[in-house]
């Protein structure tokens, strides 16, 4: 069973100090050794202008995938990769996937398998969502610029285990749906890139705002705030689970079907326009 969540907008100050007392500043010529493989060490200047760098580009890219990861590393230091961390550390569930570091990839994800499994189970929801969205569980690029390897691991399982999010509530991951989801992690999760992401609002379509405003942001913000550290999910051990009991432990509310209300709305208006052109004059 899934631990209560505990309150999400903590910060302990013991992880905070280490950071901001003691932490030297370096060059390109004397830069530090990395503190674990692929790690990229970052001074204050080189953080600040690949911040400003990753969160424009993403602005005018959203699919550079890099782009929003970078985003995502470097805006969650010092502060909020440590209180994530702190939420698993306070959380059985969360101490276990610490200790075993279980990774998200096609080596480790036994899709094939997931896929004979009955529907509504987790594990074939996740397996249907990946057909779906044509996507695979090896899309997710490695964490190197957050120097501790303990919340370098804990971003990299966030990153990871962010598909799963996606089959969990069946919200689609074009522009309006990811929106809708990164608001529902920066409520459950504080991190500022999920925050940060939902600037992509205003690139969207005037009917997809009303329904964001209307329908997704509240859902989000509710179910963000009120359910479990997603965070403390060990997905491994719920693959033969049924997605809406899970989703009831959590206290997730599925929202409504964003795929197809989008295609009731298209086919209403092809109906509509298909009666227009018959009661047109010949």
């Known amino acids: 069973m899934l631990a209560v969540r505990s309150p999400a907008w903590t910060l302990s100050n013991s992880h905070v100090i280490p950071l901001l007392v003691g932490r030297q500043a370096f060059s390109v010529l004397n830069r530090p050794k990395p503190n674990y493989e692929g790690h990229i060490p970052l001074n204050l200047t080189e953080r600040t202008a690949l911040t400003l760098a990753s969160a424009f580009g993403s602005l005018f890219n959203p699919h550079r995938g890099d782009l929003i990861a970078a985003l995502g590393e470097t805006t969650a230091t010092p502060y909020f990769i440590y209180r994530l961390r702190d939420a698993m550390l306070k959380d059985p569930t969360g101490r276990r996937i610490l200790r075993d570091r279980p990774r998200m990839n096609s080596k480790n994800v036994p899709v094939n398998y997931l896929r004979s499994l009955p529907e509504n189970t987790v594990g074939r929801a996740y397996a249907d969502w990946l057909e779906i969205e044509g996507v695979s569980p090896d899309t997710r690029d490695a964490v190197k610029f957050i120097d501790d390897k303990e919340c370098a691991y804990v971003m990299q399982r966030y990153r990871e285990c962010h598909d799963w999010s996606h089959a969990l509530t069946g ?29 992509a609002y205003t690139t969207m379509k005037p009917a997809e705002k009303a329904r964001f405003w209307s329908t997704y942001l509240p859902w989000a913000l509710r179910n963000g705030l009120k359910s479990k550290e997603i965070i403390n999910i060990y997905w491994e051990e719920q693959y033969e689970r049924d997605a809406d009991e899970l989703r009831a432990e959590l206290g997730i509310e599925r929202p409504p079907n964003l795929r197809e209300t989008r295609r009731t709305l298209r086919q209403q208006k092809r109906a509509a326009r298909a009666a227009k052109e018959a009661q047109a004059p010949p």
Do not use: D, H, R, W
Request: aromatic share 10%; charged share 15%; hydrophobic share 50%.
């Open 171 to 199: 919200i689609p991951t074009f522009k309006e749906g990811e929106v809708a989801l990164k608001a529902f992690e920066f409520a459950n999760t504080v991190l500022p890139m999920t925050g940060l992401s939902m600037v």
